[in-house]
């Protein structure tokens, strides 16, 4: 499964932008998902993750009560709604799949796309 993640862009400190993660030559099924933020010069971090069914969530404490993770296993994709944007959020987004919400949470998974970038200027 290639997961590949979209909806980036420029936005003001204080906007809200939506992320989107669509699955490709798969589908999501019994994956939980996460979102990954890479700020310029730092490693990777799990920001949000959600289970397979979409009942249990997960965030960083960054991003706790500004950020907003769900998933349509429907139409086979994951949002990540994302408010009061802080310049501290600039970065590039991936969104991951893993075995449970579990080990998301601790920035294990094992499928991989490309991102999309954010900017949040001040």
């Known amino acids: 499964v290639q997961l590949q993640a979209f909806g980036g862009g420029l936005v003001q400190a204080g906007a809200s932008l939506t992320l989107s993660c669509a699955a490709a030559?798969?589908?999501?099924?019994?994956?939980?998902v996460g979102w990954f933020h890479q700020a310029p010069g730092k490693l990777r971090d799990v920001v949000a993750a959600?289970?397979?069914?979409?009942?249990?969530?997960w965030y960083s404490d960054s991003v706790k009560g500004r950020f907003t993770i769900s998933r349509d296993n429907a139409k086979n994709t994951v949002s990540l709604q994302m408010n009061n944007l802080e310049p501290g959020d600039t970065g590039v987004y991936y969104c991951?799949?893993?075995?449970?919400?579990?080990?998301?949470?601790?920035?294990?998974?094992?499928?991989w796309g490309h991102g999309t970038l954010v900017t949040v200027s001040s």
């Open positions: 991951a799949g893993g075995n449970s919400i579990a080990t998301m949470s601790n920035g294990h998974a094992i499928y």
């Open positions: 030559g798969g589908t999501f099924s019994g994956l939980a």
């Open positions: 959600v289970s397979w069914s979409g009942s249990t969530t």
